[in-house]
């Protein structure tokens, strides 16, 4: 009997080791089908999920409260496991290489509790190569089994959109890969019971691992081209996203918006690519260039707030601003890796102070991550520039008198709109000085 088989019929478990805005949405919709243990090192984090509280909102409390994942940190529990999905993270250090040192481990906890017939599948986004050559012999070591032969490895990149409640899990196609054919059909089995759109059977784990990479890769450089695009067209005095609606009435012309790009994704992945090309001998040129388009981009909207300040006859030393958002997207507590905190420390080098407010922002995670504290928005009084950085819902519904509020009185008011979420002609019409990308 298989292991697909036994899953069904309850005999055997599947194991989520890293449960964030990815794995505890895999580990849910699992839950609905077969056995779960939910496994993450952080106990605050399981006591959350124990409790019935999703402090992702990814599902929402009641889908935590009503599940039958059995969440834990005791690492000895996946020995009870026979089919492990491994969702942790895959940053970037400073320097821009990867840092794989979630993704390694986890697989020396779960290599210290892997049982002989295991199949382990690998989610986190990583270069190819990764699976095979960096954690594979990790299992090895720390199980003292014997991969191909005691357990079976596979690779299924993740596809979650934090925050997006339409692409979700269920409703992308899954990439699926495995080390050899019986353990591909498995994999695509397993995940066939959650994904309705169904699997794609890659026909390997490096072109899997590469597909996932290059995803977002490509997604960064489009973005790179619209905020480039966006800096050309303001030295003309034209409004971007006047150009881009005229332009996107042509069929195949690709709707891409200029913006801050950070996050896990997007900002992370180009460069596990143009590592893995540069150990090859191969310098990027276009994923790179993109990528230093979009990192400077939190400093180049700081300058254009440092502009339109001195435009109003306002000191820039000294100058209040406010800032709507601060999580790396919109309607999603997740700040890692924000690139809104570019913004706030650029405009600190010109001495401007920066109130922020975030509603959806996780509060504990701000504040030990970049020291900020948020401030509600009806404290906000005596702005002197608001920056509306993030598209959450409740800044996409403030009206002109909503914002206008928040400034202090007496002088021209400057709006610099990131997103292009509100109006251009309605606040220069309120005779507003409106800025955005």
């Known amino acids: 009997m298989s292991l697909y088989e036994n899953l069904i019929k309850g005999q055997e478990r599947i194991s989520l080791i890293g449960l964030g805005y990815v794995g505890m949405p895999i580990a849910v919709a699992f839950s609905k089908k077969v056995s779960v243990i939910g496994f993450d090192i952080n106990e605050t984090k399981i006591q959350f999920y124990k409790k019935g509280f999703d402090p992702t909102h990814e599902v929402g409390d009641e889908a935590i409260s009503a599940c039958t994942v059995y969440f834990t940190s005791d690492e000895k529990e996946l020995r009870n496991a026979k089919f492990h999905i491994v969702a942790v993270p895959t940053p970037v250090n400073d320097d821009h290489t990867p840092d794989l040192s979630p993704v390694e481990g986890a697989s020396h906890v779960l290599g210290r509790n892997l049982t002989k017939g295991s199949i382990v599948v690998y989610e986190s986004t990583v270069y190819p190569g990764v699976t095979e050559e960096i954690c594979m012999p990790i299992l090895e070591a720390e199980s003292g089994l014997k991969c191909g032969v005691d357990f079976k490895i596979g690779y299924s990149p993740e596809r979650i959109n934090p925050g997006d409640k339409v692409h979700r899990l269920e409703t992308i196609k ?180 920066a109130n922020i407010v975030d509603p959806v922002a996780d509060k504990d995670e701000g504040r030990h991550l970049y020291g900020i504290e948020f401030n509600d928005l009806d404290e906000i009084r005596n702005a002197d520039v608001v920056i509306a950085a993030v598209a959450h819902e409740q800044f996409v519904g403030l009206s002109v008198d909503d914002i206008s509020s928040l400034y202090r009185s007496g002088q021209k008011k400057i709006l610099i709109d990131v997103k292009g979420m509100y109006s251009k002609a309605e606040y220069e019409n309120a005779e507003y000085i409106y800025w955005r990308l």
């Open 174 to 353: 899954k990439i699926v890969s495995g080390m050899d054919e019986e353990t591909l059909d498995i994999v695509a089995k397993v995940y066939e019971l959650v994904v309705k759109a169904g699997v794609y059977r890659a026909e390997s784990i490096k072109v899997a691992e590469a597909a996932k990479v290059i995803e977002n890769s490509q997604r960064d450089i489009n973005i790179a081209f619209m905020n480039e695009l966006s800096i050309i067209f303001n030295k003309m005095k034209i409004d971007t996203k006047s150009v881009l609606e005229a332009a996107g009435t042509k069929w195949n012309f690709l709707k891409f918006t200029p913006g801050l790009v950070g996050g896990h994704c997007i900002g992370v992945d180009p460069y596990y690519l143009t590592y893995k090309s540069e150990q090859l001998g191969y310098h990027s040129q276009i994923i790179l260039s993109g990528r230093r388009i979009n990192d400077d981009m939190g400093k180049y909207i700081a300058e254009n707030v440092v502009k339109k300040l001195i435009q109003a006859n306002i000191s820039v030393n000294g100058a209040q601003a406010t800032i709507l958002g601060f999580t790396f997207k919109e309607n999603c507590p997740d700040t890692r890796n924000t690139k809104v905190i570019d913004i706030i420390r650029e405009l600190k080098e010109y001495g401007v102070d």
